[in-house]
């Protein structure tokens, strides 16, 4: 404690006490390996892209698809440059087959021939063959799917091949028409064809199997609906106006 009457001593801010930094020219240099550098930041995983992430820029769907054995799914181009907009794939692939439990283990469904899809659609049917169809062939036949005859996958025109009128799910690969399926293999293999079942049994997979198809994809379209799918059955993953709706004729 001061004495009384003595002022007690006044202390300069510490800016005041140091001393003026020195001038640019007199200070020594540093070497570029003493210099430190800012770590650069690393982005977390999460923040990875999907094509980052699969060998040579594929995208999730297809290095998913790719990554099961059995499946034959591969990228491809539309052979023609479309002159509508409207009419582009989004991450087209070819499907020449596709993995199913058999009853012998794993087996493949072929495609013939080998549409090009979406690879949403072609995802949307490896799930509905493999959970649906196969059980549907070994309960009414006891055979496994061998192959699929089908037709109609990309295709650039309008619904029904109307001169007007909306696209249809064809143009965006969205969309496959399926002829018959083909059972089994060798001296005892069978197909069932959608427009001409033969017999009570194949009437009823087939009843079956559309069934199974309007709960997988969002518009199913078979013999009875119209003349235009007289002969075939329609299958697509076009949205409706409501995510929860499907059109299943």
Not at 139 to 146: N, P
Not at 164 to 186: C, M, N, V
């Amino acid at each position: 404690m001061p004495a009384l009457g003595l002022a007690a001593p006044v202390t300069a801010p510490l800016s005041a006490q140091r001393p003026p930094p020195r001038p640019p020219e007199l200070r020594p240099s540093i070497p570029d390996k003493a210099r430190k550098t800012e770590p650069q930041s690393t982005a977390p995983a999460s923040a990875k892209t999907d094509n980052a992430a699969t060998p040579a820029g594929q995208s999730s769907c297809l290095s998913a698809l790719s990554a099961i054995p059995g499946n034959r799914v591969t990228p491809a181009t539309p052979s023609t440059l479309e002159k509508d907009p409207a009419c582009r794939i989004d991450d087209p692939v070819r499907v020449e087959a596709l993995a199913i439990r058999g009853s012998g283990g794993a087996a493949t469904v072929s495609f013939e021939p080998p549409p090009l899809l979406s690879c949403a659609m072609a995802k949307t049917l490896a799930h509905w063959l493999d959970s649906s169809v196969q059980p549907l062939a070994r309960g009414h036949f006891e055979q496994d799917i061998a192959s699929l005859r089908v037709g109609g996958g990309h295709e650039c025109r309008r619904r029904n091949r109307a001169s007007a009128g909306p696209l249809s799910e064809h143009a965006t690969g969205q969309a496959l028409d399926i002829f018959a399926f083909k059972l089994g293999i060798g001296a005892g293999a069978s197909q069932v064809v959608v427009e001409k079942p033969g017999g009570l049994t194949q009437s009823r997979f087939l009843d079956a199997v559309r069934q199974s198809a309007c709960g997988a994809f969002m518009t199913v379209l078979g013999p009875g609906s119209d003349a235009a799918h007289a002969n075939h059955l329609h299958v697509d993953i076009q949205e409706r106006r409501s995510r929860a709706s499907r059109f299943c004729q």
